[in-house]
């Protein structure tokens, strides 16, 4: 069994930046990608970014240009930096590891991020 803990949610202003990161109890070289989903009340959970074992990178429409994903396999981490926040970003980040393509196996317990205007 893998844990996944989140950190470094918050309140910032719109326009900060914030950078998340995700810490895995095992390996995450184990998993096919690392994904950061978010959760905005009253919205349906949503995929925000994602990091393959291999670094191939995908985002949602919504945050491309601002957000980034990135991995530390040796630290077992995934980060991501979160800039030019707007007050829509506000939302439960998640992270979550996939065992297959298809099937996410492990989630993070969620790290709260809101944006004022």
């Known amino acids: 069994q893998v844990q996944l803990v989140e950190s470094g949610g918050g309140l910032v202003q719109a326009g900060g930046s914030l950078r998340l990161s995700c810490a895995a109890s095992?390996?995450?070289?184990?998993?096919?990608?690392m994904d950061w989903y978010r959760q905005a009340p009253g919205k349906q959970r949503e995929l925000v970014a994602s990091i393959s074992a291999g670094g191939s990178t995908n985002y949602a429409d919504s945050v491309k240009g601002r957000f980034t994903i990135s991995r530390d396999n040796a630290e077992n981490t995934v980060s991501l930096q979160m800039n030019s926040l707007k007050p829509e970003d506000t939302a439960v980040y998640y992270c979550?590891?996939?065992?297959?393509?298809?099937?996410?196996?492990?989630w993070g317990q969620g790290t709260q991020v809101t944006v004022s205007s």
């Open positions: 095992g390996s995450i070289l184990s998993f096919v990608a």
């Open positions: 979550a590891a996939r065992t297959k393509t298809w099937l996410i196996s492990y």
